[in-house]
């Protein structure tokens, strides 16, 4: 998904090669406010390449994790990205 207005966001599904002819998904990428926060399968998280520990706080944009659930969200642009990590089951919400 892209905000095709603005262009301020982009929430963006990575995947690897096809395992037994399906897809698997490798990452979860939002860019927001100019930079990229990727959201791994396993939780680990990375802002513009580098790896960080949660929960993470840049610009307007947090990324937080409670149990299982990883939660992307940026107040200012009303984006709001939530990804249930063990059942590869992502939802994203805008405002507006």
């Given at each position: ?41 396993d939780g680990k998280v990375t802002v513009d ?48």
């Amino acid at each position: 998904m892209r905000d095709f207005i603005n262009g301020t966001f982009s929430v963006i599904v990575n995947y690897d090669r096809a395992v037994r002819g399906q897809p698997v998904k490798k990452s979860l990428t939002v860019i927001s406010g100019g930079q990229q926060l990727e959201v791994f399968p396993d939780g680990k998280v990375t802002v513009d390449g580098s790896r960080v520990e949660m929960p993470v706080k840049i610009s307007n944009t947090t990324v937080t994790r409670t149990g299982h659930m990883i939660r992307v969200a940026d107040d200012w642009r009303g984006v709001d990205v939530t990804c249930d990590l063990p059942h590869d089951h992502c939802s994203q919400t805008m405002s507006g």
